[in-house]
């Protein structure tokens, strides 16, 4: 039941990528990317209470190696508005992502960036979850050194001449 959920849901938005392709004709908005974040976050939880061969404990840590771009991105822009004292309430271009785009790169060029950074981190999460020596401290340190290199990206593409 669990992989059939969770290939409706890669399948179904498989599908919203097509159409969601410059120019987009359809937009997810914020109700629908928060169900889609919330039933990719509940699927882990649901698995870990049906039988499997692997230590049940370590499936949240590989989903959220999955989305691990997103979930870092969204952390990383609420905290730093909140420093700022920012309404974190109001609409904002200020993700990572979002700051990408605006120093001139292509939502293309972001979207493979972004896919390339989660297709790493959920194959580092994959390796980590079948107990692979060492894999837990390269997963650490991937997650580390990939959010700390977005940062200093994002940060060099806006301070350019």
């Keep these: 039941g669990v992989a059939a959920i969770g290939a ?25 990317s928060g169900f889609l974040g919330f039933t990719v976050a509940g699927l ?13 404990a370590r499936l949240p840590v590989v989903a959220a190696a999955l989305v691990w771009p997103f979930l870092f991105d969204a952390a990383f822009t609420f905290i730093r508005r909140l420093v700022r004292g920012e309404n974190v309430f109001e609409a904002h271009r200020s993700h990572l992502y ?5 120093t001139g790169a292509s939502h293309a060029q972001v979207s493979a ?5 989660a297709l790493i981190s959920s194959g580092l ?8 020596p060492g894999a837990g401290l390269v997963l650490l340190g991937w997650a580390v050194l990939s959010a700390v290199g977005m940062i200093a990206a994002v940060r060099t593409r806006e301070h350019r001449p």
């Design 98 to 102: 979002q700051r990408l785009v605006i």
């Design 125 to 132: 999460g994959l390796v980590w979850l079948w107990w692979w």
């Design 8 to 32: 409706a849901i890669a399948l179904s938005g498989a599908g919203f990528l097509l159409h969601n392709r410059p120019p987009a004709r359809i937009f997810m908005g914020d109700v629908g």
């Design 113 to 117: 960036l972004y896919a390339g950074w």
């Design 44 to 56: 882990p939880l649901l698995l870990a209470a049906s039988p499997a061969d692997v230590d049940r």
